[in-house]
Structure formats: structure tokens, C-alpha cells
């Protein structure tokens, strides 16, 4: 079956640093990938859609230039989380839409755990 | 807005089959999906309806009308590695971008 990975898995970084967390599909290629924000007891809320080679779009809510998303291959997107802050702190969880796959399955990594100080 | 509404929290007996409702509102649709989460974990993907009906994958079915704006996901034989969260989530668009409800969590007793 179709395999995300992240990393790093978890996070503690203090008030006012960036973080970069990592989004790779291994076995296949990836041409969207989004990212999902998770608060504890909580559902899963799309951040962005990441598109290999074009801009991330960003969902109503979210700050750009906060939460910068590059996709600079069909393997790999990365979010910064730009001076974070403690109300950051949450489950950052990416998915990526298989090309060959029908495209009806988005296949989950495992979540990066943030913790801001 | 888009919202997507599940009971919060259900409880069933081992051997039991149990019912989880989704409704939907949503601008676009092009069908439901269902996950399953356990505590710490990522999401796994358990099926999807685009037409109405039911779709049947060993123990999970799933079943969708758009005419109600409505779908479930019929768990039967439960066991105890069942008690999860599960979230419906709606694809509204041909971006494939998945909104997602609020969640169920399952508990599954002896």
C-alpha cells in the first residue's frame, strides 16, 4: 500500500522559532498533498492544498505567511511554522492524493506532534 | 459554511454491530469517505461513496444517499481493536480536498 512518512515525529521548541516538518510519499508520487491541524478530542482541519510546483492554497483562516508550505517535488512537501507560538502547539498531520491510485484515497502520515514553550 | 455532523461518542457491546451517522452540509459534493483514527495515531482510510448505496469491505459497509445529504458506516462483528474516532469526510470538489466531521469516538466493551 501507498506509505507518507513525517518528520520529525515530535517537536518541542521554544516561543518565536520556526519549525519544519516533512511530508514524503515513499512508494509513489505525489502531485497534491495537503495539511491538516489537529487539537487534542478534535477533528482534523485542512490547513492547505500543496501543489508540486505551484502555490500552496490556503484555507479561510490560515495565515500564509505564517504556515509556509513549499512542494518542491512529487515526494516532499514541507510546512514551516514561522515564530511559533504556544497556541501552535497542536497535531500536524499531512496526506497525499496518489496519481495512479484513482485518487479517491488520501493516504495519512503519521502526524507530527508540536509542542511550543 | 461546510459542516459535517456525527454523534459524538457511541457504545457497543464486542460481537455487536453499531451504526455512525454523518450528515452534510456542504457547497460542493462528490462523495463521503470514512476514517479511522486511533488515540496518537494518524488516520487510515476505510471507504468512500460516490453513488448512492452501500459498499461493503469485510466487516465495515458504508452506505451514502445524496437526496438526504446523509451516509453511515455500519461496523459489524465489533471487536475490541474497533474502539477508535471515526470521521466521515466529504470531498466537495475536484481539488480532492477533504472537509472533515466532527468525529466519533467508539467504545467497544467487553
Known amino acids: 500500500g501507498a506509505v507518507v512518512s513525517q518528520h520529525p515525529s515530535w517537536v518541542i521548541c521554544k516561543s518565536g522559532t520556526s519549525v519544519k516538518i516533512e511530508c514524503r510519499s515513499l512508494?509513489?508520487?505525489?502531485?497534491?498533498m495537503f495539511w491538516y491541524r489537529q487539537f487534542p478530542k478534535q477533528s482534523l482541519m485542512l490547513m492547505a492544498t500543496?501543489?508540486?510546483?505551484?502555490?500552496?492554497?490556503?484555507e479561510q483562516g490560515v495565515e500564509k505567511d505564517k504556515f509556509l508550505i513549499n512542494h518542491a517535488s512529487l515526494t516532499l512537501s514541507t510546512l514551516t511554522v514561522t515564530s511559533a507560538h504556544p497556541e501552535d502547539s497542536s497535531f500536524y498531520i499531512c496526506?497525499?492524493?496518489?496519481?495512479?491510485?484513482?485518487?479517491?484515497?488520501?493516504?495519512f502520515g503519521p502526524g507530527t506532534r508540536l509542542l511550543v514553550l | 459554511g461546510q459542516s459535517l455532523e456525527q454523534p459524538s461518542e457511541v457504545t457497543a457491546v464486542e460481537g455487536a454491530i453499531v451504526q455512525i451517522n454523518c450528515t452534510y452540509q456542504?457547497?460542493?459534493?462528490?462523495?463521503l469517505s470514512w476514517y479511522q483514527q486511533h488515540d496518537g495515531g494518524a488516520p487510515t482510510f476505510l471507504s468512500y461513496?460516490?453513488?448512492?448505496g452501500l459498499e461493503e469491505t469485510g466487516r465495515f459497509s458504508s452506505f451514502l444517499s445524496r437526496s438526504d445529504s446523509y451516509g453511515y458506516l455500519l461496523l459489524q462483528e465489533l471487536q475490541m481493536k474497533d474502539s477508535a474516532s471515526y470521521f466521515c469526510?466529504?470531498?466537495?470538489?475536484?481539488?480532492?480536498?477533504?472537509?472533515f466531521g466532527s468525529g466519533t469516538r467508539l467504545l467497544v466493551r467487553p
Open positions: 496526506s497525499a492524493r496518489a496519481l495512479d491510485r484513482g485518487g479517491e484515497t488520501q493516504y
Open positions: 512508494d509513489f508520487q505525489a502531485t497534491t
Open positions: 500543496s501543489n508540486e510546483g505551484s502555490k500552496a492554497t490556503y
Open positions: 456542504t457547497s460542493g459534493f462528490y462523495g
Open positions: 461513496n460516490a453513488l448512492d
Open positions: 469526510a466529504a470531498r466537495m470538489d475536484s481539488s480532492y480536498k477533504l472537509i
